[in-house]
């Protein structure tokens, strides 16, 4: 299987959600070797915080197939999917999970807490972590260093304008 491959259409679902200004997380559902759905972070312009990439890949798979099980499938994620994504993958039945970078302060599979492996639950999914790791974290760090120095910037004009009409 060319894990590879699927996570860098996933990269490119991410680089998508950055243009936008979303959280650059992307993730594709592959049945054999088709992408049968896509999806990347659309929470802020669609207003709902259910809309992770994970999420509306899977929906797009279920709607492709017409059943709500994916029997057989594999998710892509560039990142350690949330609690939400991870108890979506279960109960979608994904057989495999693929995602790159890990999510030390909400990871669901690793991280924190692991669901999808609880043996509990009537389902399991495989894990396969890291792949294409370094370019999955690259994205987001970019994201994060270039929404912080926008906040600064934004508070320096401010203080600026304040200091100016202060002045007048």
Not at 11 to 16: F, T, Y
């Amino acid at each position: 299987m060319d894990h590879a491959g699927f996570m860098r259409e996933a990269l490119l679902e991410a680089e998508k959600a950055y243009r936008l200004g979303e959280v650059p997380v992307g993730a594709v559902v592959a049945l054999g070797d088709e992408i049968i759905g896509r999806g990347h972070n659309l929470r802020e312009i669609m207003k709902d915080s259910s809309a992770h990439a994970e999420m509306l890949a899977l929906r797009e798979a279920a709607g492709r197939l017409g059943d709500w099980r994916l029997s057989g499938t594999i998710v892509y994620s560039t990142l350690e999917p949330c609690p939400m994504c991870a108890g979506a993958l279960v109960q979608f039945r994904v057989k495999t999970l693929v995602y790159g970078a890990a999510d030390p302060k909400a990871g669901a599979v690793d991280s924190v807490i692991d669901v999808v492996r609880q043996p509990r639950f009537n389902h399991q999914v495989e894990v396969v972590a890291g792949v294409l790791e370094e370019e999955s974290r690259s994205l987001l760090q970019r994201f994060f260093r270039e929404l912080r120095e926008k906040k600064t910037a934004g508070e320096m004009a401010e203080l600026v304008e304040g200091a100016r009409l202060e002045i007048e």
